[in-house]
């Protein structure tokens, strides 16, 4: 089993900025990719980005290209979300995920490839 925690969270004012963060242990770390996602007020959960398991390549969902930075640091098992120029519209829990594989590619916005989840901590972006 994988462990992931989630923190970072948080209540923003739009146009501001913050980093979430994912702390992983139980596996070795650097086998996964790991990806981002988010489930807002009364929505599905929907893809937010990815990052092979070197963290040379990332994907970012098209809607959120230019805001949002994925990253990792396999030395300390973590994960990280930069998220800049917030909107209310971003208001939402977001979750890390592990996946064996990563393509780079829409494949891995697929929710159901992702083998282990965090509980998710929260954003809310005021207007």
């Known amino acids: 089993q994988m462990q992931l925690v989630e923190s970072g969270g948080g209540l923003v004012q739009a146009g501001g900025s913050l980093r979430l963060s994912c702390a992983a242990s139980?596996?070795?770390?650097?086998?996964?990719?790991m990806g981002w996602f988010r489930q807002g007020p009364g929505k599905k959960r929907e893809f937010v980005a990815s990052?092979?398991?070197?963290?040379?390549?990332?994907y970012v969902a098209d809607s959120l290209k230019g805001r949002f930075t994925i990253s990792r640091d396999n030395d300390k098992n973590m994960v990280y979300l930069q998220m800049i120029s917030l909107k209310p519209e971003d208001t939402a829990v977001y979750y890390c995920?592990?996946?064996?594989?990563?393509?780079?590619?829409?494949?891995?916005?697929?929710?159901?490839?992702?083998?282990?989840w965090g509980q998710g901590t929260q954003v809310t972006v005021s207007s």
């Open positions: 990052i092979s398991w070197s963290g040379i390549s990332t």
């Open positions: 995920a592990a996946d064996r594989t990563y393509t780079g590619s829409t494949w891995d916005e697929d929710a159901t490839l992702y083998d282990y």
């Open positions: 139980g596996r070795t770390f650097s086998d996964y990719a």
